[in-house]
């Protein structure tokens, strides 16, 4: 379960930039499948909705080799946080599949100053390591 919160706050850090975010919320956890010592796993996350302030994700690990689901998480929900611990709109006004880090230009800049809208449809952005 370390892995799944681990792996999943990385893919918010990624899309929101901002790394003042704390695991607000996990669903019920479904064990499909047992993994064994020696199997490789990856983990897919995907997003579910953005809040003000909230982003909602769900996350599918599987086996690597054979891709047998192990477990499924339906939702985890992040929150942004301001330096005194209360919540604080992190500003994603349009979803973005490579977030906030920008290879064209520095990261505080790709952080900072984004004047975005929602688009009417947020796709699902799906991740797995190694696909």
């Known amino acids: 379960m370390q892995w799944v919160d681990e792996e ?3 893919f918010a850090y990624c899309q929101l930039g901002i790394t003042n ?7 019920e956890i479904d064990f499909k499948s047992t993994a064994v010592l ?3 796993v990856e983990f897919g996350t995907e997003i ?6 909230s982003i909602t994700l769900r996350c599918h690990v599987r086996n690597k080799r054979d891709k047998r689901t192990i477990i499924t998480v339906d939702q985890i929900i992040f929150v ?3 330096v005194y611990g ?4 992190h500003g994603i006004k349009k979803f ?3 977030g906030r880090w920008s290879k064209k230009k520095p990261l505080d800049a790709a952080i ?10 947020i796709e699902l952005y799906k991740t797995y390591g190694g696909d």
């Open 8 to 10: 999943a706050f990385i």
């Open 86 to 89: 209360n919540p604080t709109p």
């Open 96 to 98: 973005n599949p490579e």
């Open 112 to 121: 900072e100053g984004q004047e975005e809208e929602y688009e009417e449809d």
């Open 38 to 40: 020696g199997d490789v």
């Open 48 to 53: 579910v909705k953005f809040g003000k302030t």
């Open 80 to 82: 942004a946080l301001d």
């Open 21 to 27: 975010v704390v695991t607000k919320y996990i669903s």
